[in-house]
């Protein structure tokens, strides 16, 4: 309505921004790291082995904004027995994947997961 006065706080439509829904989300909250379909298999494959060995009872999986961790834990209420990591960060370097014990001692770190989850063929043993 042409006729009303401008209000000071009033916006024309020259004025206005359109801005992406999608774009908006991504710059304020970045996409968390996650795993992957098929990396998932692989560490589910051996968690199931280990599930049947009797050695391991949960997992927790967390996504965050700069890795993913798949943690095993061999009672649920305890610290976790291995981390599986996933960084991004570190790809171009020692690599993305990495396992970790109770401690937080890297016990593999390599660029496949494959290669780095072939430390759990060896009978890894819990020492108190």
């Known amino acids: 309505m042409t ?5 000071p706080g009033d916006r024309s439509a020259q004025d206005t921004v359109v801005v992406s829904l999608t774009e908006y989300r991504q710059t304020r909250d970045p996409v ?11 560490i589910l494959r051996i968690y199931g082995r280990m599930v049947g060995e009797g050695e391991w009872k949960d997992y ?27 960084n991004p960060k570190l790809a171009g370097k020692q690599g ?5 014990n109770t401690h937080g001692m890297i016990l593999k770190r390599g660029h496949e997961l494959p290669q780095v989850l072939k430390v759990f063929d060896k ?3 819990l020492i108190d």
């Open 3 to 7: 006729d009303q006065p401008d209000l």
């Open 60 to 86: 927790a999986i967390d996504h965050m904004k700069d890795r993913a961790v798949f943690s095993i834990f061999k009672r649920s209420g305890e610290m976790p027995l291995y981390r599986i990591e996933k």
């Open 32 to 42: 968390p790291v996650t795993f992957h379909r098929r990396e998932l298999d692989a």
């Open 123 to 125: 009978a890894l043993k």
């Open 96 to 100: 993305a994947y990495s396992v970790l």
